[in-house]
């Protein structure tokens, strides 16, 4: 993780196919293609009508790759597509990747596996058994992606890119990373929604996972709407570096529980060039949080770092874990035009530093 500057934070009906297993993929219809093992992929980009159909087994080191489909396809995924493990695939790949123009994603029933269990060391991302992430989207134009259930990803879940996407009604499950090993979760950097794009609507989704339920890295207009957030690291914009910007943020309607922190803005120390701005947490309901709904671990740059503007939080209540921190914990360098109101956490104690300490929940 970054060291941080500046630090705001208070979760089958078969079709007209049967094949045999060497076959080629087979359109029901003049316009629908069925991908029924891994080497179908190919064959079936330019097809506007795409079933990929459960359940098969990816070999280890394949990703599929559906990032060059024709604008208007709807893929529909039915029963369970488990990838094996790799050994070759890094932090770099994604098993997974979705791409187009008003592209109709459809995984309701469907689950997507990552065998994550079988690269699980407590690293993560930083170090250990090579591992790649999941799902990446490059979507845009009005796209929708719901109803698909990811188990067990290796790593990062959703790194979202495009534009003018939105994910509704998502399931991710990695409980299994919650088992410990020497202190610490098997399951690490299991980020559920990392968005690095513009105009990203994500609703109605739960999560368990062991890192940030929600991470903005950059982008604009991003939306965050009725998700259950647990056993993560919160709801989260950044880390941000230099350069990197955020304009209109929206998160409201929220559970987090039993997690290290609840919603936190966090930047890179001595991070220049970029800001965080037009952002609003609202109606959020916490519950076990066990850190702080914040946490720094630098001092702020004396350059005063990333600026963040214009924060909204309304509405943020609910309880912390025995024995966790600060219920508020704000450090800033650089921050103006915060607004804060209904913040009931209990038990309530803070530390805030470069705001005013009438600021609600100070």
């Given amino acids: 993780m970054h060291a941080l500057s500046t630090l705001t934070s208070l979760g089958v009906a078969l079709l007209a196919f049967i094949g045999a297993a060497n076959a080629a993929p087979t359109p029901a219809s003049s316009s629908t293609c069925t991908i029924a093992k891994a080497s179908d992929v190919s064959g079936c980009l330019s097809s506007t009508n795409i079933v990929i159909q459960g359940p098969f087994t990816v070999p ?32 770099d790949d994604f098993l997974f990747t979705l791409g187009g123009s008003k592209i109709t994603f459809d995984g309701t029933g469907a689950t997507f596996h990552g065998n994550g269990q079988l690269y699980w060391d407590t690293q993560g991302a930083n170090g250990g058994v090579k591992k790649p992430k999941f799902f ?30 939105t994910l509704d009604h998502i399931t991710v499950d990695n409980t299994d990373g919650d088992k410990l090993s020497g202190g610490k979760t098997l399951g690490h950097n299991t980020d ?52 990197k910007t955020v304009d209109g943020v929206t998160v409201q309607g929220c559970t987090i529980s039993n997690s290290d922190n609840g919603v936190r803005i966090k930047t890179v120390y001595k991070a ?37 503007s214009a924060l909204t939080l309304s509405n943020i209540h609910g309880t912390m874990a025995s024995g966790s921190k600060y219920s508020t914990y704000i450090l800033c360098a650089a921050c103006s035009g915060f607004t804060f109101s209904g913040i009931n956490i209990t038990p309530k104690k803070s530390s805030c530093t470069g705001v005013s300490s009438s600021l609600a929940g100070c």
């Fill in 60 to 91: 280890a080191e394949t990703k599929l790759d559906l990032s060059g489909l024709k604008s208007g396809t709807t893929v529909t995924v039915k029963g369970t597509i488990t990838w094996a493990k790799s050994s070759s695939l890094t932090k």
């Fill in 136 to 165: 990446k989207v490059l979507t845009t134009g009005g796209s929708t992606i719901k109803g698909i259930t990811i188990k067990n990803s290796p790593i990062h879940i959703f790194s979202i890119g495009g534009s003018d996407t």
């Fill in 192 to 243: 559920a929604f990392d968005v690095s794009a513009t105009g990203i609507t994500i609703q109605n989704s739960n999560v368990q996972n062991q890192d940030d339920c929600l991470a903005v890295n950059k982008g604009s207009n991003i939306k965050f709407l009725s998700n259950n957030c647990s056993g993560g690291h919160g709801i989260s914009i950044g880390s941000i570096d230099s350069g």
């Fill in 272 to 308: 220049t060039g970029g800001y965080v701005k037009n952002v609003s947490y609202k109606d959020i309901t916490l519950s076990g949080i066990k850190k702080t709904t914040r946490t720094a671990r630098r001092p702020v740059p004396p350059t005063g770092g990333i600026p963040i």
